[in-house]
């Protein structure tokens, strides 16, 4: 006769709780569906991206580094350079404006590039006609250019044939020193060689080169490359040149800042699944730890028949991987599909990318399934082990303590419903602790949300009037000028050997005597020199200090003496006397390179300006980071404020199922819905406040620290800014969103029945 196989009893609890739980599991599992979707979207199209850039090295033949002389190299230069086991070639560029019926710009326009640097062809073709030009993708998009269209450059009319993405240029950086690239007003762009050859503009004397037998870490790559470059500027000096930039490819910004920028994504995207996933972990804990003590009785009932304790923990223990993995199954879908597209939206919006397939990424599968479901089971294993380690008869008897006699807490006389209020926190402090969590991680990330807009927005409105003057006007030879104001000086580009940054560079200006925009400078003497705010503020710098810096190119370093503070916003700059400078530096006494002015100089050949800071160099990098991060920052507070109220929904639902014998009895002694709900809605209203100011502290103290970190990464400087009145819109709409849970809360104390109480009565 066959055996009758008897199904498991707690198997069909599952369904019931899932039924009766129904509006807790769907949060949660919201919450994980849509944070693991955008990780899994950031692991594919990140993933797929990178590998596409790395790739790009060897399709489209990036370069090695680049290096820039006065002039043309001559012939003997270029044979002692092809000596030195690289592959040489010209890259020439010439520098124009362009407009596009939006804005005015600057392009870098180069002949078309067959044999390095080579650009992928996003739309459109390359030029073929000399009044056609094919310019940037990013860039065009950002200006509402399309293919077909017709731009000035240079003052000369000229249509648009393709958009392309450059090789070399996939962060579109004017100057590798500048703190962040400028899509908006700068672009890169190529002609036909008849085309480039036929511009006025002077040309831009840059040479790539290729190893022959590439470095195989950057370490290496560094010995080789200032080999390279102490042979190049020794050799063009001999030959009456001038090195005026050297540029390795692991140095270069314009071709690493966009790989390293999407590795960093990665991994913050993966912290904050690890973060979310181990409060949702605690969420389920705390409830389940409420569920066990609620059927206490029926679980020692189970225990004394024959349970172990292994299958209850098993029981307890698979609604939250049930939901876990579901969330996870729709998750990673969503993630492959639509918010893929999301990500690659984001990533073409701030950098000029080729063409790149989707891959499969077994890392996203790690992070956004493996992980999810370790965390979740170690967290809840660990709660629940401790849970169930009573025995059968403590079950019973509904004692699941370790202590010998519980004893309440005294609290201080004060009115009794305050106390009451009071003795409500103290009960369900597990779950409020885990509320205090939840708010204080979201308000960190709204914290962010709301204070990165802010801090470039104030940037915008406050570095203008930092500027020493209005325009920066750089020559690349001395030569006089009648604008109004006008104030020569010399500058040159210095490096720091210490610090917080290393290698980071530093303007070193000569100021003429009784300067109109630098004042004080007469009262300098010797190795004196003033520093710039934003020099002072990154590297810690304080009046009497000793600065050392080094020459860029050559092994010279030249040391200084901390005299005073002057303005200059994020710039990192040193000031002394021209004079002093022309001495410190070797120049003639009477030496200049640049015109401090209120006013554009216009009165000199554009050939012989090197380049002209103004107001828009200032704050490029406020303008990019807000074009590319702002609307994405306004949606995420948003997503902020909801996760809070969701997270809020969750915790305040267990707290009032826990005590749902403790309503039921109060209503029996006649209280109505609102007294109770007083009650319990103002003890978790007072831990809300609590959590949200404690957030607030938190969130200020951590992401200071972040800030700093991140600006010590990149040149420049600017600090971290969030208006008091930020904060409180922060405070008051996390409330709000507290207070839209409460109306829930109210509808869920007003259903509780009078006979619980008696029903759970012993």
């Known amino acids: 006769m066959r055996k009758r196989t008897i199904s498991n009893p707690l198997r069909k609890r599952l369904l019931r709780e899932l039924k009766t739980d129904f509006g807790k599991y769907f949060v949660i599992f919201a919450f994980l569906v849509i944070t693991i979707g955008f990780v899994s979207g950031v692991y594919v199209a990140n993933g797929s991206m990178l590998k596409t850039s790395k790739e790009s090295f060897s399709r489209y033949r990036i370069e090695s580094g680049h290096f820039a002389l006065d002039h043309a190299a001559d012939g003997g230069l270029l044979s002692t350079l092809r000596n030195q086991r690289i592959r040489l070639y010209p890259d020439f560029y010439k520098m124009l404006s362009e407009k596009n019926g939006r804005r005015q710009g600057r392009v870098r326009v180069y002949a078309v590039r067959r044999q390095v640097n080579k ?111 102490n042979t190049i500027a020794k050799e063009a000096a001999l030959s009456g040149n001038r090195l005026t930039d050297f540029v390795p490819r692991y140095l270069n910004q314009a071709i690493n800042f966009t790989i390293d920028d999407m590795g960093s994504d990665r991994t913050m995207a993966g912290i904050m699944l690890d973060i979310l996933v ?79 397939v989707p891959l499969i990424s077994s890392d996203a599968f790690v992070m956004t399934t493996v992980v999810p479901i370790i965390l979740m089971m170690l967290i809840n294993v660990a709660v629940l082990a401790q849970k169930l380690s009573f025995s059968p008869l403590a079950f019973l008897r509904g ?218 160099g200032v704050t490029k990098i406020s303008r990019q980071l807000n074009h590319s991060m702002g609307n994405y920052m306004l949606y995420f507070q948003y997503a902020c404020v909801v996760a809070a109220a969701l997270l809020i929904y969750l915790l305040t639902k267990l707290i009032i199922e826990r005590n749902t014998s403790a309503i039921s009895m109060v209503k029996i002694l006649g209280y109505k819905d609102r007294e109770i709900a007083a009650l319990y809605l103002i003890a978790t209203t007072w831990v809300i406040v609590l959590a949200e100011l404690i957030g607030l502290l938190v969130a200020g103290f951590l992401i200071r620290l972040i800030w700093v970190a991140y600006i010590n990464t990149m040149d420049g400087w600017f600090s971290f800014y969030m208006p008091s009145s930020a904060q409180i819109k922060m405070f008051i709409a996390v409330f709000a969103g507290y207070a839209a849970v409460t109306v829930l809360d109210f509808r869920r104390i007003r259903k509780i029945p009078m006979d619980t109480a008696l029903k759970n009565m012993d």
Request: hydrophobic letters at 40%.
């Open 399 to 616: 004692d699941l303590t370790r202590k010998q006699k519980k004893r309440a807490i005294r609290l201080p006389r004060i009115r009794f419903i305050r106390r009451f209020r009071l003795r409500i926190i103290l009960q369900n402090l597990p779950g409020y602790l885990v509320l205090v969590l939840g708010i204080t991680f979201v308000m960190l990330l709204l914290y962010l949300a709301t204070g990165f807009p802010s801090t470039l927005r104030h940037y915008q409105q406050e570095a203008p009037g930092t500027m020493i003057a209005d325009y920066q006007t750089i020559l690349k030879a001395p030569v006089l000028t009648a604008t109004k104001g006008a104030e020569v000086f010399s500058m040159t580009e210095l490096e720091t050997v210490s610090g917080v940054r290393k290698g980071e560079t530093i303007t070193a200006y000569g100021i003429a005597p009784h300067s109109h925009y630098v004042s004080a400078i007469g009262r300098l003497k010797g190795r004196e020199v003033y520093l710039s705010e934003g020099f002072r503020k990154k590297f810690g710098y304080r009046k009497g200090d000793r600065v050392t810096l080094s020459a860029k190119y050559e092994h010279k370093r030249y040391h200084f003496k901390v005299a005073g503070f002057t303005k200059g916003g994020s710039t990192m700059a040193v000031f002394m006397p021209n004079r002093r400078f022309n001495t410190v530096f070797g120049y003639d006494t009477n030496h200049f390179n640049g015109y401090f002015s209120n006013r554009k100089v216009k009165d000199i050949d554009s050939r012989l300006i090197a380049t002209t800071i103004d107001r828009g």
């Open 278 to 356: 181990v409060v949702l972990a605690f969420i389920f804990a705390v409830t389940i730890s409420n569920t066990v003590t609620k059927e206490s009785a029926a679980i020692g009932t189970l225990r004394a028949s024959g349970y172990s304790r292994g299958e209850l923990l098993r029981h307890y223990l698979t609604m939250p991987l049930i939901v876990t993995l579901a969330a996870a199954a729709v998750g990673n879908a969503l993630g492959y599909t639509v918010l893929k597209g999301v990500i690659e939206g984001m990533y073409y919006n701030s950098y000029s990318l080729p063409t790149f």
């Open 119 to 229: 650009a992928d062809v996003m739309a459109g073709r390359l030029p073929k006609k000399t009044d056609e030009i094919a310019i940037d993708r990013m860039h065009a998009n950002n200006n509402g250019i399309a293919v077909g269209d017709r731009i000035r450059i240079g003052g000369r009319k000229m249509k648009v044939t393709g958009l392309v993405a450059h090789s070399d240029y996939s962060a579109l950086f004017e100057n590798n020193t500048d703190p962040m690239f400028d899509a908006i007003n700068f672009d890169v762009a190529v002609v036909t060689a008849e085309t480039f050859d036929a511009l006025p503009q002077s040309t831009h004397y840059n040479y790539a080169w290729i190893y022959r037998g590439a470095p195989k870490n950057d370490n290496k790559e560094k010995v080789r490359a200032d080999k390279l470059m």
